[in-house]
């Protein structure tokens, strides 16, 4: 009899933290490595935020939270759903949760049956399928293609569903693509599901505000899908609170309420001095943040001004989120040193052992012939990171 359970067994480790924890590894043998594997933005969480939870320290906030959140902070996040998303939830349909990742977990955990399928536009987040098949669901990739921005089509959902398709995961902007949806393309996948009642969506909009073109579309705006649609999104990426571990859905009631209960079970309430800092960052504006999104914009730019100048890469232009994702598939057959590369891991283990460059397979996404890179680094790093790829493949 095994020690360990079938479950672990089979669950792939998260590419990202494995390419990361390789990463510390080299560095501890003094090796100079340049990390664009973490979808980690560089800057400090906001000072206005980090204000507020001081204060909640200050005003003794170090009991048990309430299992879906603080009263104060889920008003809050409806405040900014309606602000910013046009969308109107009440407080038995928000859940507040250790992260978005947390918050897929959950609805996975409440949603899927063994045998039910879930269709995943390829690539989609490195979680989504490992979380999906934990709880005895079945991934369904939809493969997208650079020369159509990675974005999934109407024919394609309509081809790929099945009856035991139960949900779709996708997230806009989109993690390891940069892809953003707009309000007709969304609109076009809602019109294929008037058809499939019974198929319910997941819209991640963790990167909502990383968004360089504007107008940020959610699938729930749209009357026909508001009650068929949870929407995950957190502070993650746009506040640069990763550290922090807040998330939080809009989501049908009766969903809501089996996330919370499920949730209950698990790890009760997110973090309290995380909640009260949340508060303060779901209350401003915006444009609080808007110097980050600059930033990365200009990043985005150079980043793929320098890779078109390398022989041999493909790329597009990503219109939110912090990642490049350029197909490399012209690399594979090459021989270095003994070594053939033949996919997109040997590529990204290659930029690694030579060019001191940590980048995430595309693999891990659903897609074999592209790599991550993220441009969440310093402009600096990111010419000298891109001048050491372009060395180490002439």
Not at 191 to 219: K, R, T, W
Not at 236 to 248: D, E, H, L, Y
Not at 311 to 339: C, D, H, L, M, Q
């Amino acid at each position: 009899m095994s020690l360990l359970s079938d479950r672990i067994l089979n669950m792939s480790t998260s590419a990202t933290l494995a390419m990361a924890a390789k990463a510390r590894e080299l560095r501890t043998e003094g090796k100079d490595i340049i990390g664009l594997s973490l979808g980690e933005p560089d800057f400090n969480t906001p000072d206005f935020i980090k204000n507020a939870a001081i204060q909640g320290i200050n005003d003794d906030y170090n009991s048990y939270t309430p299992v879906d959140g603080y009263v104060e902070l889920k008003e809050a996040i409806i405040t900014k759903f309606k602000r910013d998303n046009n969308l109107t939830y009440t407080l038995p349909q928000i859940v507040v949760s250790t992260g978005a990742k947390q918050s897929l977990a959950n609805i996975a955990a409440v949603m899927l049956n063994k045998g039910d399928e879930v269709i995943l536009p390829c690539p989609y987040w490195v979680s989504y399928s490992d979380i999906v098949k934990l709880n005895e669901g079945v991934p369904v990739e939809v493969k997208t293609a650079i020369d159509t921005d990675f974005k999934m089509t109407a024919s394609q959902l309509e081809a790929a569903i099945t009856p035991n398709t139960k949900m779709i995961w996708f997230s806009s902007p989109c993690n390891p693509s940069g892809s953003v949806y707009s309000k007709a393309e969304l609109r076009a996948l809602a019109d294929v599901l008037q058809n499939h009642p019974n198929i319910y969506v997941v819209s991640d909009e963790i990167y909502e505000h990383i968004n360089f073109v504007g107008g940020h579309a959610s699938m729930a705006q749209f009357e026909d899908m508001y009650n068929r649609t949870i929407t995950v999104n957190g502070v993650s990426k746009a506040f640069a609170m990763t550290g922090w571990r807040i998330g939080f859905i809009g989501a049908p009631t009766e969903i809501a309420r089996a996330c919370n209960k499920m949730q209950g079970q698990i790890t009760s309430g997110a973090n309290c001095i995380a909640q009260r800092a949340v508060i303060t960052a779901m209350k401003a504006s915006p444009s609080k943040v808007q110097f980050m999104i600059d930033e990365f914009k200009i990043r985005r730019d150079l980043v793929l001004e320098l890779l078109n100048d390398i022989e041999g890469f493909k790329t597009n232009t990503p219109e939110g989120a912090f990642y490049v994702f350029p197909n490399i598939s012209s690399f594979f057959g090459k021989t270095f040193r003994g070594k053939t590369i033949n996919n997109a891991s040997d590529f990204s283990l290659y930029l690694l052992e030579e060019a001191l460059v940590a980048t995430v397979t595309g693999e891990a996404f659903g897609n074999p012939d592209c790599i991550r890179i993220s441009y969440a680094a310093s402009q600096d790093q990111l010419i000298e990171a891109i001048k050491r790829i372009k060395e180490s493949l002439n």
